[in-house]
């Protein structure tokens, strides 16, 4: 002990020996350890009475955490900075296809006349009755994100501007096929009146050919990397790829046989008297169906209607695909279901549906949501080494645009006209099965998805080639797709 003095007043200082301070250290670690190994048991101990799958849970985190760096998602686009001139709400009609087409059209026009667009309403009104909400079957938050370099999209309408609230928005459809000057001129001088315009039907409301390269682009992107389904779908659509992939290479048949089809086009062909009544009841039923009376075997001559399964099972062994190919069926319930199926299934035993590929329970989350599981199929023909349609609605259409878009992967498209021609010519005795094949065969030739123009007919956009089916812009760098279209590029009959 010293004693000192410090300012008249004596301060008594203990000296602390050396050793004492690692001494104090070392404790103070030793109580650390202690603590930590007391911790960890304790949770080890209360993991393994409760649930062990915890433990396993805890242990693959840790090595996740270890091993993998954290994966970031990719940054979003910076936003686009603009003066909104209002709010575009859009209904969409038909099916999943249509209303995806829809939705890319009503994207580009609300970037065309810089709207803002409120996340689009999907049809529940028509055959299907399908309840689901745009969320349900995309992704939405990555539709608003991946777009917003482009146009600004909300989820809804702010209150002010909503029905309840007093609000009257001007309801109205577009015109179909139109270009930019129309929307331009016509479109947007109303919103300066109304604020918000709600489009109630968008089927094929945009020009297919006319538009200006960067909006035919921003269709594309829309299309192939905005519209994303949401997690749930796409993991099961992948499950259905990989068990398929998972038994060698398979065609994806869009048997469009279905009720809804046949009752709208007329199509009688192969059906009793009883199934033709019951079809003409339901187009009956429903009055924006504006055709009733219908005389199917004309239809069927001119190639209007979708082939039977009975037909498709012909055409099939005439292209040359072995017996036992699998075939994926991307369609609903088949009218008439296995009795019209019985030629098809004996001629090709691997026949695979939705229903025999996953368990009830997986499927039973979209019963009755006509469009998820449109969107499996969906998933399913696009994954296909092989897709064909036996009509060329609009599934069929986005399917065959969207394999164009992933490298020109193999598409029939069946020449529904001749191969009729051929298949009554063959059935009566005229042509015998080999000149038959022959036929079908080359027929087909250069209908299996080869990069070709767009067909453009002046004036009648329906019977021009749709944009969604060939996206020639989108396909190449430049903008003529010239150097695409050589012989070397055809491809031959599998």
């Known amino acids: 002990m010293e004693v000192r003095s410090e300012g008249g007043v004596q301060v008594r200082c203990d000296k602390v020996p050396a050793q004492v301070i690692p001494r104090t250290r070392l404790q103070v670690w030793f109580i650390w350890v202690c603590s930590s190994i007391l911790i960890w048991t304790c949770l080890v101990q209360l993991l393994a009475v409760g649930d062990p799958r915890l433990l396993a849970g805890i242990s693959n985190l840790t ?8 994966r970031l998602p990719p940054p979003l686009p910076p936003p686009r900075n603009y003066t909104s ?12 296809n249509q209303m995806r087409a829809a939705i890319c059209d009503m994207v580009t026009v609300a970037r065309l006349l810089n709207l803002t667009l409120v996340v689009p309403e999907l049809d529940k009104t028509s055959f299907w009755a399908d309840p689901s909400n745009f969320e349900d079957v995309f992704d939405v938050k990555h539709f608003i994100d991946s777009l917003r370099d482009e146009v600004r999209i909300v989820r809804r309408l702010p209150k002010k ?71 749930e779908i796409e993991a099961l659509g992948y499950k259905l790829v990989q068990s398929l992939q998972a038994k060698g290479p398979f065609v994806a048949l869009h048997l469009r046989y279905e009720m809804d089809m046949l009752a709208f086009s007329g199509c009688t062909h192969g059906c009793t008297e009883d199934e033709a009544e019951e079809l003409k009841q339901l187009r009956y039923a429903f009055p924006w169906w504006r055709e009733k009376e219908i005389v199917s075997e004309e239809k069927r001559l001119q190639g209007l209607c979708p082939l039977t399964p009975e037909e498709a099972a012909l055409v099939l062994q005439a292209l040359d695909f072995d017996k036992d190919t699998q075939i ?23 026949i695979m549906k939705k229903d025999m590929l996953l368990d009830p329970e997986e499927l039973r989350q979209f019963q009755n ?24 609605g609009n599934m069929a259409r986005v399917v065959e645009g969207h394999r164009r878009y992933l490298g020109f992967k193999k598409t029939i498209q069946l020449d529904r006209k001749k191969l009729v021609e051929l298949l009554d010519l063959h059935q009566n005795g005229t042509l015998s099965w080999d000149e038959f094949a022959v036929g079908v065969r080359l027929t087909h030739e250069s209908k299996m998805g080869q990069p070709i123009p767009r067909r453009v007919v002046v004036g009648k956009p329906k019977e ?16 003529s797709c010239d150097d695409l279209l050589i012989p070397a590029n055809s491809t031959t009959i599998m």
């Open 85 to 96: 001139n209002g709010f575009l709400k859009v209904s969409c009609n038909g099916g999943l």
């Open 63 to 70: 090595r996740v955490s270890i091993r993998e760096p954290v």
């Open 369 to 392: 949501h006509s469009s998820q599981m449109a969107a499996l199929d969906f998933m399913v023909s696009i994954a296909s080494n092989v897709f064909i349609p036996t009509y060329d």
């Open 161 to 231: 501007f909503k029905r309840k609230y007093g609000f009257q928005p001007l309801e109205m459809p577009p015109v179909s096929w139109s270009n930019e000057q129309y929307y331009l001129q016509q479109i947007l001088p109303l919103f300066s009146k109304y604020t918000v315009i709600h489009f109630n039907r968008t089927d094929t409301r945009l020009a297919n050919n006319g538009i200006p390269l960067d909006l035919q682009k921003l269709r594309c992107r829309v299309n192939f990397q905005a519209l994303k389904f949401t997690p």
């Open 464 to 479: 021009e080639d749709y944009f969604y089916a060939n996206p020639q812009e989108c396909l190449c760098v430049r903008t």
């Open 328 to 350: 994926y069926i991307a369609s609903g319930e088949i009218y008439g279901s296995q009795r019209r199926l019985a030629a098809l299934r004996t001629a090709f035993p691997q």
